[in-house]
DNA sequence: ATGTCTTTGTGAACGCGTGCACAAAGATGG
DNA sequence: CCATCTTTGTGCACGCGTTCACAAAGACAT
């Protein structure tokens, strides 16, 4: 920035696009192997190439959290580790409960990439009676019933669905008047929330079809033959 | 549109914008429901409200399928089903393997919504000799020194990844080599490809991480009061 | 000190995605 | 057959994100 270029960026913090956003975890896995091989700098282009997009796309990315390479030599990768960490908030610790202990709950719970960054699993909630008390990963199952007085106790703000499609709008209606205000969603529907909660999700489904798109059209390039006559007599009104 | 409407939209089905595409899935998933309610039309602002989008979003992706709707009515549940599941490829079969059955690997084996829709678990592999020959969801565990000769019995083109990051690209690579075109990656590593493979990824932390900053920022807002001071000696050089 | 060489930070152009707003299509009722 | 009413399909404008390309910053050697 050649004009007037303050010292404390201060309110530039707002105003990061989401599309960096959602990017500087990718960032900050590549430095974090780069700290641990303790490589002390690394410039755009090796550090783009490690996270598998554009240098120019990273080095945007980086100008919008301030000023923090050296022209000629690149970034201080352990600098550069701490700035993204608090960019993010991962500075400090995000309680976060998990909803529905099933197949996909309990491999969230034993997930060791939860607690690698800051995120404790405060709870593990789950409908079941049968499941209350037995240990996943460590920590007992509770009750659901018990959502309200553990989100209040430990200040949980983020909590994390793995209920079947039909209970996912219960759950996060309760975890939301409870106090959560973040939610990452696997139950593959829509969730309504009022504004100032965010929801996130992760669908698998979905993944796989999009996929299946790509690859109709791949193999649709070659052998251009299509099966015809398999339309159903079914026309719009 | 309405200069020149042919019968057979044919090769249109190119030039579907990836956005687009990324929605179909949802458009579908909404729809089954109501298909199975047996509710027989739905205008655009229902549907688009069941599926979370601004309606004359839903109404331009649908321009790009064809002109499937009917003025002053609305678009026909069933033959819409059919159309988006073509578009995506889902009225044929298509067999996967996932790579890599521990917690989620195993999870993912026992998830209903694979099958539901046109996709086909041909095999489960796994490198470690113990798991060889347990049953998993139904399915004995292969040893990974299978992989190729079932990708190739199965015609398998789409493989999903659930091992250790540090085994990603080494099973990416093989499972390309014996002719897979799409990777869904669950390791939190970028994997590289050839031209013409897709890959996809889902990848918890970082969901986690972007929901943390947000919930940092939400925080920020209401007390703003930076602990200052907590800036680590290191400068960049 | 000066020159060279590397690499950042960003201006600018472009393309994609989104959402408004409305004309036209077509259903429905008289 | 005509009028009315609903809802689609899309032209258009705007904003965001991406990428190129390059001036300038600064390291490093002499
Ligand atoms: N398993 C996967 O790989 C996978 C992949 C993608 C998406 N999903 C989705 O994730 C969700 C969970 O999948 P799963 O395979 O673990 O299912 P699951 O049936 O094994 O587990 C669901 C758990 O939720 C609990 N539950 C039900 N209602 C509840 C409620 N109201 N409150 C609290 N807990 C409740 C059940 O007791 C059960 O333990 C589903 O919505 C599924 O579609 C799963
Ligand atoms: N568990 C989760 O909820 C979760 C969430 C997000 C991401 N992930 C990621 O998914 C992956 C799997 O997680 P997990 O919890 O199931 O781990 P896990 O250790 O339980 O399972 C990994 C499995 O991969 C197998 N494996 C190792 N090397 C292999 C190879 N070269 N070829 C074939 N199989 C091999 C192992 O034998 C093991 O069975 C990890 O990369 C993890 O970071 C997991």
């Known amino acids: 920035m050649a004009t007037g270029r303050s010292h404390r960026p201060a309110t530039r913090s707002r105003g990061i696009p989401e599309a960096t956003v959602a990017r500087l975890p990718l960032y900050l896995r590549a430095l974090t192997a780069l700290s641990e091989r303790s490589v002390p700098t690394v410039s755009s282009e ?11 796309k990273l080095r945007k990315d980086f100008s919008y959290l301030g000023s923090y390479g050296t022209r000629g030599v690149g970034y201080d990768v352990e600098y550069l580790v701490y700035q993204i960490s608090r960019e993010l908030g991962l500075t400090q610790d995000w309680p976060v409960v998990i909803v529905g202990i099933g197949n996909l709950g309990a491999a969230l719970a034993n997930y060791g990439g939860f607690a690698s960054r800051g995120f404790r699993v405060a709870a593990l909630l789950d409908a079941d009676t049968a499941l209350a008390g037995r240990l996943v990963a460590g920590l007992p199952v509770r009750h659901i019933d018990e959502l309200e007085s553990i989100v209040a106790d430990n200040q949980v703000s983020i909590g994390v ?26 139950a593959p ?22 996929l299946a798109f790509h690859e109709q059209r791949k193999a649709g390039e070659d052998d251009r033959q299509e099966p015809d006559g398999d339309v159903p007599a079914v026309m719009p009104a």
């Open 46 to 56: 090796e550090l783009a190439a490690a996270a598998g997009v554009n240098s120019a």
């Open 161 to 186: 669905i793995a209920t079947p499609a039909g209970a996912a709008q219960e759950v996060t209606d309760r975890l939301v008047a409870a106090g959560v205000t973040s939610i990452l969603n696997f």
């Open 189 to 210: 529907t829509v969730l309504s929330v009022p504004d100032g909660v965010d929801v996130r999700k992760v669908d698998l489904s979905i993944e796989l079809q999009i």
